[in-house]
Each structure stands twice: as structure tokens, then as C-alpha cells.
């Protein structure tokens, strides 16, 4: 089958005898599947949006009984709410930079129009998803099975998309493209903690917040 067919149109495929038994049933076309990816990566990004606001009230909590702590002077406290915090914010940087990776990947296959670009956009879509999975699900353990799906389903298209072309995939190039998307991402998840949330006091000891994602 050529990739037109396999992009816009459903394979003639099998018999009417055949699809009447329900024993095949014909390819869903590329594009059919890549857009069934993408919302449900643009669902996903409006989990994560609500697990920053959930965050976000989180910290605000934390934050005051630091701070109430410290005005009663009691320091031993106000370091535990401090290291809480730390740890609030570090999962808070995690999801934002996921949730702006994700963002960015439903861009990308959003202008998808042939099969170099194909290639060239799933490649290291996949690659930052299957990163994201294992801090995503400790975050939001609920969209487990929407992260699995939407890998599963953009491999398959990459796969089938392959298969068809007779391109070679070059994962080193895939994998610094997603790095750079992940990269990108964390910087700016970065900029937007400074930005939202307040600082620690000062003299409170707080353990390392640690980095975002990396591919």
C-alpha cells in the first residue's frame, strides 16, 4: 500500500464475507491515528495543568506554616516544613516540564503532513514521552494508562510509517532532538517556579530540589 493510502484512506483490505465475520478489520490511516494521539496527549495536558494548581495550593500551605514557624522561632519545625516544601516544588518543576513537553509534541504533530515528517517528529516524541512515564505516573498515577497508550499508538504509526518508506530511523538524532524539547522545557518550568512561587526564607536548611526530567 502506498503512503497516500496508508495517510488519508482506509485499505480496501479484506473481503465482505470477511469484514462481515468481524475476523479483520481494515488499518486505521496514519493520520487517523496520529490525531487520535494528539488529543489525547492535549487530555493529558490538562490533567497535568491541574495537578500544578493542586500544587501550587500545596505550596502555599507549606509555605505559611514555614513561615509561622520561624516567627515563633522554632527552627526545628520550620526546616521540616522547608524540606516538604522543597520536595512539593521539585515534583511541581517535574510536571510543569512535562506538561511543556507535551505541549510542544502536540505542535509538532499537529503540522505533520508527509512521511519524512513523520518520521522526523514521532522519533523523538516517543523518546520524550517513554522519559516523562516513570515521574509522570509517581505524580499522576491516574493517566498511567493514557501515557502507555499514547506511546504505544505513536510507535506503531512510526513503525508503520517506517515499514512503508523504507527509512532507517536515526535514534542518536531522535534522542538529542528530544533532549533539547526536554531541555527547553525545563527551562522554562524553571523560570515559571521562580516566578510563582516564593522564595524559602533564608537560614532555613533545605536538601538539594534536585533537577527536572532528561533524556
Known sequence: MSFSSKWQKRDQGPGLVDRLRGTVRPPTPLKSQ?????????????????????????????????????????????????????????????????QLAMEQISLRLGTITDLGEIANTLAPAVSVIRNMKEGLTSALPEADK??????GLLSSVLVDASTTSGISLNFDAANEDAQKVLEEASAVA?????????????????????EGLTA
Open 146 to 151: 493514557e501515557i502507555s497508550e499514547i506511546s
Open 34 to 98: 496520529i490525531e487520535q494521539a494528539n488529543r489525547q496527549i492535549r487530555v493529558l495536558i490538562s490533567q497535568l495543568d491541574g495537578t500544578v494548581s493542586r500544587i501550587k495550593q500545596r505550596d502555599s500551605t507549606i509555605f505559611k506554616n514555614v513561615v509561622s514557624s520561624l516567627a515563633k522561632h522554632d527552627t526545628q519545625h520550620a526546616a521540616v516544613y522547608a524540606n516538604e516544601l522543597a520536595e512539593v516544588r521539585k515534583m511541581g518543576k517535574m510536571v510543569t516540564q512535562a
Open 190 to 210: 524553571e523560570q515559571r517556579m521562580r516566578e510563582s512561587f516564593p522564595e524559602i526564607p533564608a537560614g532555613v536548611f533545605v536538601q538539594d530540589e534536585g
